[in-house]
């Protein structure tokens, strides 16, 4: 069993930038894929990063890539989710989440932590 909390969110102007993290529980943080979600009102949850267990391999959606970075420490069972050049378009509740394998949907992610608001007003 993994637990997963995240912080980080915030309200934050047009342009500017935040770091959220997500914190796990349990054993064996390193063996598991990590990725970061987003749904915004009205939407559907969908992937915006993942990450492979020993960082070494990165994914984006086209719309964050150059301006969002995940990264992790396995060492502190930490995954991050750097982001610059905020947008109004990016406001969306943000999810992480712990995958015993590897995807980019919802379906593939065995985990979740409860979520963490960002708000980039317009």
């Known amino acids: 069993q993994v637990q997963l909390v995240e912080s980080g969110g915030g309200l934050v102007q047009a342009g500017g930038s935040l770091r959220l993290s997500c914190t796990a529980s349990?054993?064996?943080?390193?063996?598991?894929?990590m990725g970061w979600f987003r749904q915004g009102p009205g939407e559907d949850r969908w992937s915006v990063a993942r990450?492979?267990?020993?960082?070494?391999?990165?994914h984006y959606d086209d719309s964050v890539k150059g301006r969002f970075t995940i990264s992790r420490d396995n060492a502190k069972n930490t995954v991050y989710l750097q982001m610059n050049s905020l947008e109004p378009e990016d406001t969306a509740v943000y999810y992480c989440?712990?995958?015993?394998?590897?995807?980019?949907?919802?379906?593939?992610?065995?985990?979740w932590g409860q979520g963490t608001q960002v708000t980039v007003p317009s």
């Open positions: 990450i492979s267990g020993r960082g070494d391999i990165t």
């Open positions: 349990g054993r064996a943080f390193s063996t598991y894929t």
């Open positions: 989440a712990a995958s015993g394998t590897s995807g980019t949907q919802v379906r593939d992610y065995d985990y």
